[in-house]
């Protein structure tokens, strides 16, 4: 079957604008992780949810970022009034369950770029 | 709070040498996770480390993981050109993955 897979790949925007990516996991994976991945650094994790609710969010660096996932399968990320510095990929996992034994497949990511 | 660190951070090697990539953690981890990313591209699922002692093997690579002195290893042998990527390692701590800074590896023919 399908990967996870985000669109779109590659988001420009200027500062202060409004962006929304999204998260399409794994068919019947009820884990759904969001994490972002600077330059030449490790991604750090944002925020997962087990099913529709976010169970974790404790990444989620303020409250200009926002995620959803209402039907407990697509995600959107979306943060309000970018900045330079959101400049990242982020990348969407999804695991059949959460918790260390359940292995999470990452997507391609989407690259996102505030000018 | 989980910390994970690797080095070398940037590792630059010729073809048909054997060289390590160390990952240190800071607290216990349930287990430990060896992926690799290359340029562009999203992670790709290496290994699994289960438990103290574990060793993995997989064409050039080994990974091995000893617990009590939280550290894990992942061994290349006689490097090719294609093993040229970042690898990272991740711990599992308070629910969610914990990355360590990666590892650069560039091969020379």
């Known amino acids: 079957g399908a990967g996870v897979s985000q669109t779109p790949s590659n988001k420009v925007t200027e500062k202060g604008k409004y962006v929304e990516l999204r998260c399409d996991p794994i068919?019947?994976?009820?884990?759904l992780y969001w994490y972002r991945q600077s330059l030449g650094q490790g991604p750090e994790f944002l925020i997962y949810?087990?099913?529709?609710?976010?169970?974790?969010d404790s990444g989620l660096p303020n409250d200009r970022f926002f995620a959803v996932r209402p039907e407990g399968s697509v995600s959107t990320l979306k943060i309000q009034r970018t900045e330079r510095g959101d400049s990242a990929v982020y990348l969407c996992?999804?695991?059949?369950?959460?918790?260390?034994?359940?292995?999470?497949?990452f997507g391609p990511g989407t690259r996102l770029t505030v000018l | 709070e989980l910390k994970v660190e690797q080095n070398p951070l940037f590792l630059s090697m010729q073809e048909g040498k054997n060289y390590t990539i160390y990952c240190n953690y800071s607290?216990?981890?349930?287990?430990l996770y060896w992926y690799r990313q290359d340029p562009g591209k999203s992670l790709e699922s290496l290994f699994v480390?289960?438990?103290?002692?574990a060793v993995k093997q997989e064409g050039r690579l080994m990974a091995s993981l000893d617990t009590k002195a939280r550290l894990s290893t992942l061994h290349i042998t006689a490097a090719v050109h294609d093993l040229s990527a970042t690898y990272f390692c991740?711990?599992?701590?308070?629910?969610?993955?914990?990355f360590g800074q990666g590892t650069r590896l560039t091969i020379n023919p």
């Open positions: 996992a999804s695991s059949l369950g959460a918790g260390a034994y359940n292995e999470q497949f």
């Open positions: 068919s019947g994976h009820t884990a």
């Open positions: 949810f087990q099913g529709t609710g976010a169970a974790d």
């Open positions: 607290t216990t981890s349930d287990r």
């Open positions: 480390l289960l438990s103290n002692g």
């Open positions: 991740a711990g599992w701590g308070a629910q969610k993955l914990v």
